[in-house]
């Protein structure tokens, strides 16, 4: 019982069954919640030649299924550009997790990639992600320079759905 009581404890302290990723996704601002965005700069895709993506964004995605609005399990929605591409390739995704990261996986079989706290801003991790756009398919991001992602906060408009 002690024990019991004594793990509890930690795991409060720690924030492991607060889930913080979900917390920092709704992060309890007026207006919507938070936006996490990188848009990358001649001079990195330079030194980058590999690298496809020139801008990524994620936000969390209210939906009106109940048990996808929690901590536990939530759905957020990414979207990315690519080099010489003017689409925007976007997806919703249902992570579930706790602590201080969350595994995703895209609708519709599109992917697979994992949220995870890096002070402030999100790591996104990618294992696999081929998103539809509005004249296709997006190559898999995982066969090129394109796995880890460090998105900051960033303005709403960076997040809107295009």
Known sequence: MRTAMI??????ATGAEAGPVFDR???????GDPCFARVY??????????QRVVRFHLVRERVDVADENN???FTVR?????????????TNAICTGGGTA??????????????VLAGEALRV??????VEG???????????????FLLRPAAASACAAR
Not at 134 to 148: F, M
């Open 71 to 73: 901590p536990q399990r």
């Open 41 to 50: 700069d001649a001079d990195h895709l330079r030194n980058n030649p590999r």
């Open 78 to 90: 990414l979207g990315f550009r690519l080099r010489a591409d003017r689409d925007t390739y976007e």
């Open 134 to 148: 509005g004249r296709g398919s997006s190559p898999d991001l995982a066969r090129s320079d394109d796995r880890v």
């Open 125 to 130: 991790e990618v294992e696999r992600l081929e």
């Open 102 to 115: 969350a595994d995703c996986s895209g609708e519709g079989d599109t992917g697979a990639f994992r949220i």
């Open 7 to 12: 793990l509890g404890m930690v795991l409060a």
């Open 25 to 31: 996704l709704t992060g309890g601002r007026a207006g």
